[in-house]
């Protein structure tokens, strides 16, 4: 006998091939007669990759005669690289309405947050220069003396005696001769 399928197989079914399409169309690459986006990119760009991509082939590499060469070894290239392709350092490749470096207000640039915590540590100093002559006074409480602490500490006192004088009298017992020695056991 042969089942229908229930109305919750033919769900889980398409489910199932749907998902099995997306991952196929996710992994294949696009097709060769889909117009590649050539026309987006800079022409000037595509000539010196294709360039660099030739000579890496050749085994020439751009860094290692970069590195070899006798300028690169001036301490003074960073600053001169900078200056020769005009870089920013403070610039960003962000869209300047996403976020704009130079955008703060002039309290948010270094000098004026140096400013403001010197003026801060100043005030600090002032503080504690003025309130330093000023002492400040203590109150103590005198010590109470009650007669169950007294008799804690004397009881206390008496079992350290106890103590010491049993030590002395266990090194004296070492000290003497084997005969001389007090046997604390008993014969039968």
Known sequence: ?????????KQHHKEEHSTKTQQTDLEQPPKD????????????????????KALREQGIYFNDNLVKS???RNPNIYAKLVEFLNISE?????????WHPTGFPPS??????RELQQTLADEKTKQRAGTQGKRSTIQFEHAR?????????SS???????????????????????GQRKSHIRSP
């Open 156 to 178: 206390i006192r008496n079992s350290l005696k106890r103590e010491r004088d049993r030590d002395v009298d266990r090194e004296r017992d070492r000290d003497r001769e084997p």
């Open 108 to 113: 948010a640039s270094a000098e004026s947050l």
């Open 1 to 9: 006998m042969e089942t229908l399928p229930t109305e919750l197989e």
């Open 70 to 72: 006798k300028s690169y």
């Open 145 to 153: 003396t009650s007669t169950s602490s007294s008799t804690t500490h």
């Open 33 to 52: 007669d889909e117009p590649a986006q050539q026309d987006s990119i800079n022409p000037d760009l595509i000539n010196k990759i294709t360039r660099f």
């Open 90 to 98: 403070t610039s960003t490749n962000f869209d300047p309405t996403f």
